[in-house]
């Protein structure tokens, strides 16, 4: 479980706001969490149409609709990336994935550094030893 999900079950999932939750688990369910693209889509996006989300939740248009606009409500959880078009559904993205990507960043360039450092002391004793 990540901070976001647990964030979200104390508000929502013992309230009467409880199928925000379930829309948000639905969402985490549909993200790529593949490290390259997949049918188009990036890690961490994944599409929304309201018809088919409402038929498999079991929830009204009105209960979408105010999931989601809960769960983007300040981009805090997801962001709209692109905008639905007739036949086409909307794609979204978890913003979590977008910290994953930063901390990764970083032990990356950590892990850089470290190696960096290391070639240069077995530089530096490579030349002593001349």
């Known amino acids: 479980m990540n901070l976001t999900e647990i964030d979200i079950r ?3 999932r013992y309230s009467n706001l409880s199928y925000v939750f379930d ?3 639905e969402c985490e369910l549909r993200a790529n969490v593949t490290q390259e693209c997949f049918n188009g889509l990036a890690p961490g996006e994944f599409r ?3 018809k088919s989300w409402e038929y498999r939740l079991g929830y009204s248009h009105k209960q979408m609709i105010r999931a989601i606009k809960e769960l983007t409500m300040e981009n805090i959880v997801i962001v709209q990336r692109e905008k639905g078009k007739k ?3 909307s794609k979204y993205f978890l913003l979590r994935f ?3 990507k930063k901390e990764q960043n970083k032990e990356q360039k950590q892990e850089q550094k470290k190696s960096s450092k290391f070639n240069m002391l077995d530089g530096i004793e490579k030349q ?3």
Do not use: I, L, P, T
């Open 98 to 100: 977008e910290e994953q």
């Open 87 to 89: 036949g086409v559904s």
């Open 48 to 50: 929304f149409d309201y």
């Open 128 to 130: 002593n030893e001349e």
């Open 23 to 25: 829309v948000y688990m």
């Open 10 to 12: 104390k508000k929502y």
